[in-house]
């Protein structure tokens, strides 16, 4: 982590960065640079500091909790002066850092009245790109993700019963999940039935599931912090061979993206190798990005690229989700995990080669 954060000094003028926590959501980064679980420690400060130890600010409440570790250093504030004292007295330099992706306004208003003589400046992308590269452990937590998203999937044909709804299907598939050692979802689990997998980002809804109907799922879990985030297409009854087609097509659409993975290569050329297959033998522009990177959010960096150039490195994890949507047939979208690798990619999770038929 120490090097880390040399590396994160080494690209930004910033002598601190301040990431912070708040009520309702938390800051990625805060567990990275920590590693305390990130659904906790709320309100409290980290600040990253140019050769120094970073330092952890927060309540008496959260305080108690926060273990050991020679990563950081630990203040404990007894009220909301004593963190602006404890602030104005350990942050350094003139200029501040800030994941500006992740500040409400009325905060950086605060922090700019705190600090009238300092400059900040947004470290949101050098932030999110010091995390595109995974450790070996973290690269382990996603594939462990995946496994436990894959395995859930396995025992869809056991969940699923005729006449349930998307959202009853949702819940058995979370369950399960969690009985397999998700800590969490990804993201609220996509459920769409018929005509509804025809919107990709469809709201599982109380729509019944019937017979000799096609289902997307769009189902992604945490474990440790780290997300998987799968796409897999199943049908109620004996797939009819339009659909069948229909999705070995958009495999290939996916293997022709997959072959533009690997270090240096870009994840451009992914999209426009799974598009132009797309438009030549669906008659379709791709209407999403070709994926997105993968870590402890659900879309972390490399993200809304649609196409823009991105070199690959070797040890960033993405997704690659072509997919096809017709608001007679439905949708089918297939998405798989991918770890980035010197030679190409490593994949995390396989999408099987066929529809699976589930009753
Ligand atoms: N799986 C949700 C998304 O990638 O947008
Ligand atoms: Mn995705």
Redesign the pocket.
Known sequence: MKNKIKELFSEIKAETIIIRNYSNFSDPNFFYFTQLYREKYENNFLLLRKNKKALIICSALEGAGIPFSKNYLVRIAKSRKEFEKILKKEVKGKIIGLNLDLTPVNSLKKLKKLFKRKKFIDVSLVLQKTRAVKTEKEIKKIRQACEITEKTFSKIKKLFKVGMTELELATALEFQAKKFGAEDL??PL?VASGKNSAV??HNTSDKKIRKNELILI???IKYKGYCS???RIFFTGKTPVKLDKLYSQVLEAKTLAEKELGQGKDYAKAFEKADYFLQKNLKQKLM?DI??GLGLE??DFPKKNFGKKMPLKAGMVL?I?PGYYNKKIGGIRI?DDYLITKKGFRKLSNAPKKIAEIL
């Open positions: 990804a993201f996509i990709p980002h769009d189902f992604g985030d799968l796409t999403h994926g997105h659900v879309h997704t989700e998405e």
